[in-house]
């Protein structure tokens, strides 16, 4: 039989946040492995073809989703434990460079990143410099690697909230009933 298992709001909020956590470190794991897998390490530009797009869609997905974990949202006021991250000075800075990325390239339009120069004549009318990320093989590994801890410590969160959480037949505030405690 499956049971519904009681929480109070904050442990529950927290439960939702990391699970949607786990989810998008899934998404940003599966995308770094495709882009490995396909050897799309140099600026998408330099392709031909249909690979362009694909490798910006792939790279994208991969940043925003790696990042979304960490972005302040807005709902339920619970961010992201940061004593789930235990990342070395690599990994810590590799953290910073992709928050940096979403926030300043694929998340919002930041104009200290945009560089435009106008021109005079009627064919070509700018100048514009290219918005592109490509990451090595090593910077991937790194990602992988970085999610996959994360993950694990995400799991075992979870998992304490679970055994934690069913407060039984009486409510664990001392209120006289579980609605009164939960509401």
């Given at each position: 039989?499956?049971?519904?298992?009681?929480?109070?709001?904050?442990?529950?909020?927290?439960?939702?946040?990391?699970?949607?956590?786990?989810?998008?470190?899934?998404?940003?794991?599966?995308?770094?492995?495709?882009i490995l897998k396909k050897g799309w390490h140099s600026l998408s530009f330099l392709r031909r073809g249909s690979v362009p797009i694909q490798q910006i869609a792939f790279t994208t997905t991969m940043i925003?989703?790696?990042?979304?974990?960490?972005?302040?949202?807005?709902?339920?006021?619970?961010?992201?434990p940061e004593r789930l991250l235990q990342y070395g000075k690599a990994q810590s800075a590799f953290h910073e460079r992709l928050l940096k990325l979403r926030n300043q390239e694929y998340a919002h339009t930041d104009a200290?990143?945009?560089?435009?120069?106008?021109?005079?004549?009627?064919?070509?009318?700018?100048?514009?410099?290219?918005?592109?990320?490509?990451?090595?093989?090593?910077?991937?590994?790194?990602?992988?690697?970085?999610?996959?801890g994360v993950s694990g410590r995400i799991r075992q969160r979870l998992a304490e909230i679970r055994r934690n959480g069913s407060y039984g037949p009486k409510p664990p505030c001392g209120l006289a009933s579980r609605a009164q405690c939960l509401g």
């Open positions: 039989m499956i049971e519904d298992l009681t929480l109070l709001p904050r442990d529950r909020a927290l439960y939702e946040k990391l699970h949607a956590s786990h989810g998008d470190l899934a998404i940003a794991s599966s995308s770094a492995q495709y925003v989703a790696y990042a979304r974990p960490f972005a302040g949202g807005r709902g339920k006021g619970i961010t992201f200290s990143t945009i560089s435009v120069r106008p021109l005079k004549g009627s064919v070509v009318t700018d100048i514009q410099s290219i918005r592109d990320v490509s990451f090595s093989p090593d910077e991937l590994k790194l990602l992988l690697v970085m999610t996959q």
